[in-house]
C-alpha cells in the first residue's frame, strides 16, 4: 500500500468518526421539550377536607381471623382441626310401583272338570258379555293370556309378552242370569 492511499484511507476513517460522534453527542430535540408539571396542578374539590375518624377508627379495631403463623420460622403451623363429619340421614329410597296392574278385559263366570278333576275347563265372558269363550289350562285367551291355574273360586292368568299375572274371581250370575 502506498503512502497516498494509506492517507486516503485516514481521512475517510476520520469523517466517518466525526460524523459519528456529531449525531451521537449532539443533543436531540425530544430532551429540549420538558413539560412542567406544575402548569398542569389542579386541586381536588373536596367539601370537608377534615380526617374522617370514624373510618379511621373502623380500620383500626379490624383484626385478622386467618391463619396466624409466623412467616420466620420454617415448620408448618399444626393442621386445624379436622370438621365435625355431618352424619348424613337415611332417607329409604323411593319404592319402585312397578308396572300397572294388569287389566283382564274377562270375567271368570263357571268351570266345568271331567269326573277325575284332572281337566278342567273355565268360562270367560267378555266385559260387555258379547262372547264366552271356554279355556283350559295352559290355554291362551284373547290372544294375549294364559291361563296358568284354575280352581273352583279364581283364574290365575298371565300375560304372555310381559309375564305379569293377574288372578279373577268367580263371579256369581245376577238374576238376568
Known sequence: MS???????????????G??????????DDTTRTTSAGGLFTPINVDN????????????NLQYKG???????????????????????????????????????????????DSRGSHRRAFFATSNNEEVFVAGEGDTLLGRFRVVRLTA??????????????????EEAGPNG
Open 49 to 60: 377536607p377534615a380526617l374522617r375518624l370514624d373510618v379511621l377508627q373502623r380500620f383500626l
Open 67 to 113: 391463619v396466624h403463623r409466623n412467616i420466620f420460622v420454617a415448620t408448618l403451623p399444626p393442621p386445624p382441626p379436622p370438621p365435625t363429619p355431618v352424619t348424613p340421614v337415611n332417607t329409604a329410597p323411593p319404592v319402585p310401583s312397578g308396572p300397572p296392574p294388569l287389566n283382564v278385559e274377562a270375567k271368570y263366570f263357571g268351570f266345568a272338570s
Open 153 to 170: 273360586t279364581t283364574a290365575d292368568l298371565e300375560e304372555v309378552s310381559s309375564g305379569r299375572r293377574a288372578t279373577l274371581t268367580l
Open 3 to 17: 503512502r497516498r492511499s494509506q492517507m486516503i484511507a485516514l481521512v475517510v476513517l476520520l469523517a466517518i468518526l
Open 19 to 28: 460524523v459519528t460522534l456529531y449525531f451521537r453527542l449532539r443533543p436531540s
